[in-house]
């Protein structure tokens, strides 16, 4: 299956970019959208590309680059009575909710602001500048990941004027960690929508 791209966000106060840098890898749990949950358990593979995004942060935007270390899964804490993400509906045998693992690939030097996204040419369509797009999870095309690493690479006037033709790995990075870095307590680390 060909490698897919994401736009995942958390706000800043839950998990950072620098938190997983820290950490290596982590859980990604929490997603109660339906539509959210849909792309992770359905779509998201190992070694898919993240564009790791802060929303709700000063500015909101792309902090910096993961990857899908580990394929969807059941999300444990919706089976866990008295968490804030136990769901009565779900069960160990017909789980309702799913997480995956992400593991940090790098951190941009600078953000790259919404306003950017939405001023740069090729990011037309993209879903996260979309007026109403509130969704933490949200695919994006191969082309759209190329701009946006091109961008976080310190290439906004080229890229913006199409000059620069930024590059993505071709290759996922090999995932640090055996397990989740998830800590105990940690809020969740996606917006929950």
Partial sequence: MARRFWLMKCEPAAYTIDDLARDGRTSWEGVRNYQARNFMRDQMQEGDGVLFYA???????????????????????????????????????????????????????????????KSTPGLEKMMVIQKGSRLSVQPVTPAEYDIVVGLGHGGAKDAAAGTETPSRPRTAPKATGSGTATRRGAKSKSARR
């Fill in 55 to 117: 929303s709700n942060a000063d500015p909101s935007g792309v902090t910096g680059l993961a990857t899908i270390a580990r394929a969807a899964y059941p999300d444990h804490f919706a089976l866990k009575k008295g968490h804030k993400y136990f769901d009565e509906a779900g069960s160990a045998e017909s789980p309702v909710w799913y997480m995956v693992d992400v593991a940090f690939v790098e951190r941009f030097a600078a953000i790259v602001p919404l306003e950017t996204l």
